[in-house]
């Protein structure tokens, strides 16, 4: 059984920083490709960045040069960085594979970023 455990979250200011963390479990970890996605009130749930196992990334273009994705393989962990939030940065971030698995979805870690 696929788990995958986001960490990280929490409440910043308009500027700050935050890495999240998501942990996997029950699968090739190695293998697969990894994303984080985001979803803010009222909104469909996107793409924000992935991280192919030959190391190919993916940005959503308003994240560009400021979200930076990495992988631990060792450790089963994909992290997000992410620099300069803005207030529409605002969302639940999940990971899961890309393409999205609906199997694989865990509860998110809230991100607020305050203006």
């Known amino acids: 059984q696929v788990q995958l455990v986001e960490s990280g979250g929490g409440l910043v200011q308009a500027g700050g920083s935050l890495r999240l963390s998501c942990v996997g479990s029950g699968m090739i970890f190695s293998m697969k490709t990894m994303a984080w996605y985001r979803q803010a009130p009222g909104k469909q749930r996107e793409l924000v960045a992935s991280l192919s196992s030959r190391s190919s990334t993916y940005y959503f273009d308003p994240v560009k040069g400021r979200f930076s994705i990495s992988r631990d393989n060792a450790k089963n962990t994909v992290y997000l960085q992410m620099n300069n939030l803005k207030p529409e940065d605002t969302a639940i971030y999940y990971c899961?594979?890309?393409?999205?698995?609906?199997?694989?979805w865990g509860q998110g870690t809230q991100v607020t970023v305050s203006s």
């Open positions: 899961n594979t890309a393409p999205e698995s609906g199997n694989f």
